[in-house]
């Protein structure tokens, strides 16, 4: 049996920000409300993990205005979406392998 | 989009976790060394998370002997299995929500 987690990403050690990046691969960009609401998660949960998402340079971070009220809106980065997707085909190497 | 990581198991949250399920799931069990040289983690590492996958009920342990020399092995139990698969189905929709 070859290692089944060797080609896992550290970074995406997590639900949350598996979910996070889900998100944000497949939508431009999303905001923190619609985050939230979507994976289900606390806010101080969920803004620890976009922080250490934008620190190693998989997500960004757009600080906007919607009218006079601030909108942060979060996008891959072409190196996060590079990563998940690798990710996502070592997850699905693992799964193959315990079938 | 619907929540991407609803059904994901908390259990499950390591690279680690996932490798010793995946071991556990298609070998009928595995010892210490095979496990450590599979995954490729430290002593410390891989017997914190045998421990906590074992507190929850989804790994067994089997204490035998080889000739005098202790041998402990793990294997899957009914609820780590289904717990698991469950998990595995969950990871393929998410991968899926992200095509």
Same mark, same amino acid.
């Given at each position: 049996?070859?290692?089944?987690? %060797?080609?896992?990403?550290?970074?995406?050690? $997590?639900?949350?920000?598996?979910?996070?990046? $889900?998100?944000?691969?497949? #939508?431009? %960009?999303?905001?923190?409300?619609?985050?939230?609401?979507?994976?289900?998660?606390?806010?101080?949960?969920?803004? $620890?993990?976009?922080?250490?998402? %934008?620190?190693?340079?998989?997500?960004?971070? #757009?600080?906007?205005?919607?009218?006079?009220?601030? #909108?942060?809106?979060?996008?891959?980065?072409?190196?996060?979406?590079?990563?998940?997707?690798?990710?996502?085909?070592?997850?699905?190497?693992?799964?193959? $392998?315990?079938?």
């Amino acid at each position: 049996m070859k290692n089944p987690i %060797e080609n896992l990403n550290k970074a995406f050690d $997590s639900r949350v920000r598996l979910g996070i990046m $889900s998100a944000v691969m497949v #939508n431009d %960009e999303v905001n923190f409300n619609q985050l939230k609401e979507l994976i289900q998660v606390t806010d101080g949960n969920l803004a $620890s993990h976009i922080k250490a998402l %934008e620190e190693i340079g998989y997500v960004k971070v #757009n600080k906007g205005f919607i009218g006079r009220k601030t #909108n942060t809106t979060y996008a891959a980065t072409k190196a996060g979406e590079k990563a998940f997707k690798l990710h996502l085909e070592a997850l699905e190497q693992m799964i193959k $392998s315990t079938k």
